[in-house]
C-alpha cells in the first residue's frame, strides 16, 4: 500500500491509513466518504486512489495483494 500511496503522490498519506487498518480489501470496497473519514481532504486524490485500485482489481491483481503499510 505504501507504494501505491507513494506512485500516486501520496505518500504523506501512509500513516493515516496504517492508524485506521487499510488494506487493499478495505479499500476496494471503500468509499470516498471512508476515505475522508480517516483523513483524505482533497476529493481529486481519493478519486485517484480508488480509481488506482479499481483498475487494479479489473485487471486481475487481487485487492489482498495491496497490503498495509507496515510499522516504520
Not at 12 to 27: C, D, H, P, S, T
Amino acid at each position: 500500500m505504501c507504494r501505491l500511496l507513494a506512485s500516486l503522490e501520496l505518500g504523506k498519506a501512509a500513516e493515516m491509513f496504517r492508524e485506521a487498518e487499510f488494506n487493499g480489501e478495505v479499500l476496494a470496497v471503500a468509499s470516498g466518504q471512508d476515505l475522508q473519514d480517516v483523513g483524505m481532504k482533497i476529493g481529486a486524490n481519493r478519486t485517484r486512489l480508488l480509481t488506482r485500485v479499481k483498475e487494479f482489481v479489473a485487471n486481475g491483481v487481487p485487492a489482498k495483494a495491496i497490503g498495509r503499510c507496515p510499522k516504520p
